[in-house]
Structures are given as structure tokens and as C-alpha cells.
DNA sequence: AATCCGGGGTG
DNA sequence: CACCCAGGATT
């Protein structure tokens, strides 16, 4: 098919289906450029069925940039508890108060100008530009590479960063001037309910005839992505320690993984120091199983014991002893609420 | 360009 | 188990 006559058809065709199938989802229910923004921050690597509860919450605890902005990062982190990618929630509110300072609470309409902003990346710019305020603007995500890759039968590896400016490039080229936001949106749904990473369902497929790759039977070959994952293994021993008073034993994550979360205190099984560092003399501690969790690249295992324990304050480094009501609201990771279910189980 | 940053669905 | 998901920040 000669490249114009190709463009419109995927944009004619594209645009048709995607008003006709879409999903109704919460976030297309509005036109709010912020909660739209709050949408494409989760969905960041993250499925539509995951995020959709974390969002209807979210937008209804913080319903304004405003109230976003004057929250108190435990509030935010409990909010986001499960979702993962913790910085985004951070980014977010960083973002957030950027755009009510310098611009007034109105997010930019540029792809300059907002790209400037905590959190948002090439992909999130292009999707609240376009979604938002309908201005032509790629969205380039792992949906779209593998859609474009297929339509064009490109083999270029999508796990190099510069593929992905290819694709931008194409995007621009073909997208349409007169709806970006359903061209986009059009796409990342084929993506992800048609042209699906195993077993496309190339039989329903609108854009079927544009498909280089349908036609040279390379579908299920495509996208080509070399890139590997080497995780590490990480072995804890893990304290679910509670006073006389009935209080419980946590503290907060410095930087890095799970930042600023909560959690019982885990001890590296290479650390010989566990001992001074928390200044805690226990008794009747017991096994009560183990919990694994896999990262993305990076497996833990954790040895959890339960058991009742007497600090000593003076030598006590980190930990904040709490009431179960307290631990409640405190933001924990899964592995965390993991331990916490084996001791409960284990009672 | 490579690495870090979560968690869950799917086969 | 491997793959991948409406990616971004940091180095």
C-alpha cells in the first residue's frame, strides 16, 4: 500500500473502531487535564484493570491539584500502597505543585513546556497533550511499538532507546490532525484488546489490510525485543515483634527500593550487627514460614519470625513500636503485608 | 545506553 | 518460570 494512502486508511479506520469498541473507563469519562494526568501516571507500566480502583480513589481523595498538593506524603503513599513505582506518586504531587506555582494551576499545552515537569516523560506529555487538549502530539508506549511494529514490519529492536524515537517519527507522520486524542488512545487500545503480545487477533483486527506483518505472516514474530533480565536473590531474616504493651515493631525505608515506606525490620543474613543496630533483646521468637517476593530484578526471601521483644531505648537505633490501629494506616509494601498475613495466619 | 524502580496477569 | 504492562529518573 503506498505510504499516504496507508496513513489515512489506519487513521480512518483506526478512529472508527476505537469510538466504536472503546472500553468505558473512568478516566474517559472526564475532561479534568488533571485527573487525566493522574491516569496516565499510574497506567505508567501498569495494567488498566489494576489501576482503575487506585484511581477512583485517588481522584476522590485529592479531586484538585490544590488538594494533591497539600497532602501528606504517608496519606499519598497510602493511597498508591499496592500500585508500585512509589516515585511516581512522589513525582506526581512534585509535579503538581510545579504546575500551580509557575503556571498558574493550568498544565502547558506545549510538549516543551510540560515535558519540564516531575514526572512526566516523552510518553505521558504526548498523551495529556493529546487526550487533553487535542493537540497532535505522539504517545509512543509499548503498545504503540508493537502495533507500528507489525503495521510496518519494522525489526527494529524495541528494547534500544532510539527505536523508540522512530516510532515517534512514524507517529507523526500518520497521525490524525483532526483527532489525536482517539488516534493515540486508538492505538493503545488495538494494543492492548487486539494486537495483543502473544495470540494477536488479527480476524478482528480493523486495520487488518495496512498490516505488513499479517500479510509476510510475521505477527507472532514481532516486535523484536533482545533485552534480558538478570535478577539477584536477597535473603532476609524478618521480626514481627510485639511489646507487653501490645505494640508492634516497624520502621521506615530510607531511599531507593520501596522508599520511605514502612516495614518490620529485615535483616540481611550476611549482617552480623542486627543485634546492636536494633538494641533489641527477644524471647520466645518462632518461625512462622517464609515469604518470597519477585522485583522486577530482584528476588527476596524472607525468613519470617514472630515473637514477643523488650527494647532497649538507649541502644536502639531505628524502630517505632505502634498500636495496630496505627500499623493500619502506615504504608506497607506487599512483601511487608505478607509477613504480616503469615503471623496473623500462624496465631 | 544501561540501570533502577513494584506488582500483578498470563501462558 | 518468562514475559510484559498507557515509562521516568538517574547515572
Not at 513525582?91 to 516531575?118: F, M
Not at 525489526?155 to 522512530?166: G, S, V, Y
Not at 510475521?218 to 510485639?242: A, C, M, R, W
Not at 517505632?320 to 495466619?345: C, D, G, H, S
Request: glycine letters at 6%.
Amino acid at each position: 500500500m503506498e505510504p499516504s494512502a496507508k496513513a489515512t486508511y489506519i487513521r480512518e479506520h483506526l478512529i472508527a473502531w476505537y469510538q466504536e469498541e472503546k472500553r468505558d473507563l473512568p478516566w474517559r469519562r472526564t475532561s479534568d487535564p488533571y485527573h487525566i494526568w493522574i491516569s496516565e501516571v499510574m497506567l505508567q507500566q501498569t495494567r488498566v484493570d489494576t489501576v482503575i480502583p487506585y484511581y477512583e480513589r485517588f481522584t476522590k481523595a485529592f479531586p484538585t491539584m490544590k488538594d494533591l498538593a497539600a497532602a501528606e506524603e504517608d496519606h499519598l503513599l497510602k493511597l498508591w500502597e499496592g500500585l508500585g513505582y512509589y516515585s511516581r506518586a512522589r513525582n506526581l504531587q512534585a509535579g503538581v505543585r510545579e504546575v500551580i506555582e509557575r503556571y498558574g494551576a493550568e498544565i502547558p499545552k506545549s510538549r516543551e513546556e510540560i515535558s519540564t515537569i516531575k514526572g512526566i516523560g516523552p510518553y505521558t506529555a504526548g498523551a495529556v497533550l493529546s487526550i487533553a487538549y487535542g493537540v497532535p502530539e505522539h504517545a509512543v508506549d509499548g503498545n504503540v511499538m508493537r502495533v507500528l511494529s507489525r503495521l510496518y514490519a519494522l525489526e527494529n529492536d524495541i528494547a534500544q532507546a532510539k527505536t523508540r524515537k522512530l516510532f515517534e517519527h512514524l507517529v507523526m507522520d500518520i497521525i490524525s490532525p483532526d483527532d489525536p486524542s482517539s488516534f493515540n488512545q486508538g492505538l493503545m487500545e488495538l494494543g492492548a484488546v487486539i494486537c495483543t503480545p502473544q495470540k494477536p487477533k488479527c480476524l478482528l483486527c480493523p486495520v487488518r489490510e495496512a498490516c505488513q506483518a499479517f500479510a509476510e505472516g510475521k505477527e507472532t514474530i514481532l516486535p523484536i525485543k533482545t533485552k534480558k533480565i538478570k535478577s539477584k536473590s536477597v535473603q532476609y531474616n524478618g521480626y514481627v515483634l510485639q511489646r507487653a504493651d501490645g505494640k508492634w515493631l516497624v520502621e521506615q525505608r530510607g531511599e531507593g527500593l520501596l522508599a520511605k515506606m514502612w516495614q518490620f525490620p529485615l535483616i540481611e543474613l550476611e549482617d552480623t550487627e542486627w543485634n546492636t543496630r536494633y538494641g533489641i533483646a527477644w524471647s520466645e521468637t518462632e518461625s512462622v514460614g517464609e515469604v518470597t517476593h519477585v522485583f522486577s530484578h530482584l528476588k527476596w526471601t524472607v525468613n519470617v519470625y514472630a515473637g514477643k521483644a523488650e527494647v532497649d531505648d538507649q541502644k536502639a537505633e531505628v524502630g517505632v513500636w505502634v498500636t495496630e490501629e496505627e500499623l493500619a494506616k502506615l504504608p506497607l509494601p506487599v512483601p511487608i503485608q505478607k509477613m504480616w498475613n503469615l503471623r496473623q495466619a500462624y496465631k
